[in-house]
Structure formats: C-alpha cells, structure tokens
C-alpha cells in the first residue's frame, strides 16, 4: 500500500529501501528526542529519591536515639 507522494516500488527494490532509511533516519532522530528530554527529568527524579531516603534514614536514626528536634 502506497502512501501519498510515495515512488511505487521499483523491481529492484530501490523504493522499498529508500522508505526504509527514511523510516529509521525519522526513528533515529525521535528516539534523539525523547532521549534529550527524558534523560534530565530520570536525573532529577533521582536525585529527589536519594535525597528523600536521606531524610527518612536521618530522621530515623534521630527517633532511635531519642533527640528532640
């Protein structure tokens, strides 16, 4: 099935390959993308977990040894 402004297929291939690269070019440069967004947001969402299990085990360690705060 041809899409809109689509070349048929020639009987070697060559359209079936053009598609192809432009299929993964246009895949290589989302995945880019999602990558260049997503990748500060896990590094913040990190850090809020390491620092929000600091806290915990802090005030943790401060109940056990019986200090007021």
């Given at each position: 099935?041809?899409?809109?402004?689509?070349?048929?297929?020639?009987?070697?291939?060559?359209?079936?390959?053009?598609?192809?690269?432009?299929?993964?070019?246009?895949?290589?440069?989302?995945?880019?993308?999602?990558?260049t967004?997503?990748?500060?947001?896990?590094?913040?969402?990190?850090?809020?977990?390491?620092?929000?299990?600091?806290?915990?085990?802090?005030?943790l360690?401060?109940?056990?040894?019986?200090?007021?705060?």
């Open positions: 099935m041809r899409m809109e402004g689509e070349e048929p297929a020639t009987a070697d291939g060559g359209g079936q390959i053009k598609r192809a690269l432009i299929d993964a070019t246009a895949g290589a440069i989302a995945g880019g993308i999602s990558r967004v997503t990748s500060p947001l896990d590094v913040i969402k990190i850090r809020f977990q390491v620092l929000f299990l600091f806290l915990f085990l802090l005030l360690i401060v109940e056990l040894c019986g200090f007021e705060i």
